[in-house]
């Protein structure tokens, strides 16, 4: 299953320059690598906002563009995606979303581990944190 999904991973790197749906598949998974594999879709849309803001792009995420890319990469095999009730500290208690999870943590990760936008996010992130003290 890695070699498969290191190919699939490959192909949507080298198509992610013209855009559109292999780009959005590729930043749900640098969102779920850098989460550790899983996260709730309400989060992801927060997570994909901040990536936005790194490189400059208008941090809004299209929902409709996030929906087809996690149907997409549901059917590649690459994620779970499983509605789940989510608690929460405010009055309604609990909410019902979808939760998200990467089929193969450290094949995913593996296939990413050269993709300059993913390392260089990553980097930006710990210096952040390494100055405002982990926060």
């Keep these: ?5 290191g190919k699939l991973v490959s192909e949507m790197l080298s198509s992610e320059k013209q855009g559109g749906l292999p780009h959005a598949m590729l930043d749900v998974l640098r969102v779920l690598v ?3 594999g899983v996260s709730w879709r309400s989060e992801l849309i927060q997570d ?11 941090e809004a995420v299209d929902e409709g563009e996030l929906d087809e890319a996690l149907r997409e990469l549901r059917k590649k095999e690459l994620v779970g995606v499983e ?3 989510k608690g929460t500290m405010g009055a309604q208690g609990s909410i019902k979303d979808k939760f998200t999870s990467l089929a193969d943590y450290v ?3 593996s296939a990413l581990s050269k993709d300059k936008t993913l ?3 990553i980097y930006k992130r710990s210096a952040t944190k390494s100055f405002d003290g982990g926060n």
């Design 34 to 36: 850098i989460n550790k």
């Design 119 to 121: 390392t260089s996010y």
């Design 83 to 85: 509605e789940r009730v």
């Design 48 to 58: 994909l906002a901040l990536l936005n803001a790194f490189r400059g792009e208008p």
């Design 107 to 109: 094949a995913i990760r």
């Design 1 to 5: 299953m890695e070699t498969s999904i």
